[in-house]
């Protein structure tokens, strides 16, 4: 493979964008990164242009639900149940939580909410796969951007956080009884390990998914909770 001779050229921002899809396509075939790809460069990529700053975006359709969705009431009750049943029926705890609002939502409303689906949050589960923010709170934050402006949206998601750092879980037990304990952060890493640490579970433990299910009731009703006191329903 030939060498790249960095210093007979400055390559634009787009070039550089456009070389770097490139070379990484070729990686998984000759597996040799460029140099100025693994931070080696003697040149400094430009600064975004003004072009690319004042980027124009196709107009949404006029088919298009406006955000925020309409919210309607429901029942803390309910979401706590149909979240608790979503974490095994739909798969973890962020589709657990999406589906007990925006599902809930779906039936009540339908459209806009009809046309979301649950299945495109499986990402969510096990802290995104890396233990880092609970799904059950980024299914949550997801069901508040739908229906809060974006400003009220991130006040109303801070509240939930603030509440699931120093909440003891899980609150909603209906089969299995297990110890509280407080996570002191967002992440799963924190919530399922201190859990974990506290009772001897094993991550496959029939318990500790009883507990996660939990878990997801709870954000899920929380996340009601707050969603009917900020409509003032």
């Known amino acids: 493979m030939g060498e790249i001779n960095m210093q ?16 990484a396509a070729g990686v998984a075939v000759a597996g040799v990164v460029p ?4 931070g080696c460069a003697e040149k400094t990529p430009e600064l975004p242009t003004k072009e690319v700053l004042n980027y124009e975006y196709v107009a949404a359709s006029e088919d298009a639900a406006v955000h925020p969705y309409a919210y309607q009431k429901l029942d803390v009750a309910t979401a706590m149940e ?8 739909k798969g973890g705890c962020c589709r657990g939580v999406v589906d007990a609002i925006v599902g809930e939502l779906s039936d009540k409303a339908g459209y806009p909410f009809n046309q979301i689906p649950v299945d495109a949050f499986a990402n969510g589960t096990t802290g995104y796969g890396v233990g880092s923010l609970c799904g059950s709170l980024g299914g949550a934050a997801i069901a508040i951007g739908l229906v809060c402006p ?16 120093g909440a003891e879980l899980p609150q909603y037990q209906p089969e299995v009884t297990n110890d509280k304990t407080v996570s002191g952060t ?20 029939p318990e500790r998914k009883a507990r996660c299910a939990g878990v997801t009731a709870d954000v899920a009703g929380k996340t009601v909770e707050l969603l009917n006191a900020y409509f003032k329903l």
Request: aromatic share 18%; hydrophobic share 40%; glycine share 10%.
């Open 35 to 38: 140099a100025f790809l693994t």
């Open 186 to 205: 967002v992440n799963c890493l924190d919530s399922v390990g201190n859990f974990m640490t506290k009772t001897g579970y094993a991550m496959d433990a």
């Open 150 to 165: 974006p400003d009220d949206a991130k006040a109303v998601t801070g509240e939930l956080f603030k509440w699931y750092v």
């Open 8 to 23: 007979e050229k400055t390559y634009t921002r787009r070039e550089m964008l456009k070389f770097a899809g490139k070379a």
């Open 82 to 89: 149909r979240g608790y049943a979503g974490y095994f029926n």
